[in-house]
């Protein structure tokens, strides 16, 4: 029996926005080789039908997740604060920069570090993080040739090191009261380039 305050229950709607919210979500669980359409639909409560409402299909889902966390990587590049100033300070502000957007985007970022080349997109976002990575050896380059960093380590190992680390928080890390992003990007830079500088 329904009672006067009780309303019948209804499936949210559905924007752009939480359709890839969700899609990312199942991505990360299921791998993207293995969602299908309907996988989504069932995660999203919708009909497959409805899905196309909102997007021409699974890839373009794939390709809009992987542009959220690579333009944040760009749009830190692009910053004033990433081209002026010692090498070594504008490394270290890109280091931190990156720990903050991997937490602020981290289902994206999570998929992009899983993406292995299998479709044409994935290879676009695999070549848009390489000039990511090679923006980074230069940072690393530069500030070995000002001296600032430690002589006796290979710059282009140096670059591994940095962002393998801050890449793999994004395997680890789960958001607990009491721990920021700010936390976690000081504790990086700390034990990073506390050994690092010279």
């Known amino acids: ?14 924007d752009p926005e939480s359709v890839l919210s969700i899609a990312v979500g199942v991505f990360n669980e299921r791998g993207y080789d293995g969602t299908s359409m309907e996988d989504l639909a069932r995660a999203l409560g919708v009909t497959k039908s409805a899905i196309y409402y909102h997007v021409p299909g699974k ?6 997740a ?6 944040g ?28 957007l991997l937490i602020d985007r981290l289902p994206y970022v999570t998929l ?13 976002a695999l070549e848009r993080r390489q000039e990511f990575d090679v923006f980074v ?3 690393v380059r530069a500030a070995a040739e000002e001296g600032t960093v430690r002589p006796d380590v290979d710059p282009a190992l140096l670059t591994r090191l940095l962002f393998g680390t801050v890449n793999s928080i994004a395997e680890w890390y789960r958001p ?8 976690l990007a000081d504790a990086l830079v700390k034990m990073a380039f506390g050994g690092l500088r010279r």
């Open 66 to 71: 992987l542009d959220r966390a690579l333009d």
């Open 176 to 183: 607990v009261p009491g721990a920021s992003a700010e936390d």
């Open 1 to 14: 029996m329904v009672t006067p305050t009780s309303t019948p229950s209804r499936r949210r709607g559905h």
């Open 137 to 139: 050896g230069g940072l």
């Open 112 to 124: 992009l570090l899983r993406v292995r080349g299998n479709s044409l997109t994935e290879q676009a």
């Open 73 to 100: 990587l760009f749009e830190l590049a692009s910053d004033e604060r990433a081209a002026t100033g010692p090498a070594i300070d504008r490394l270290e502000w890109v280091v931190r920069q990156s720990v903050r």
């Open 59 to 64: 890839e373009q889902l794939l390709a809009r």
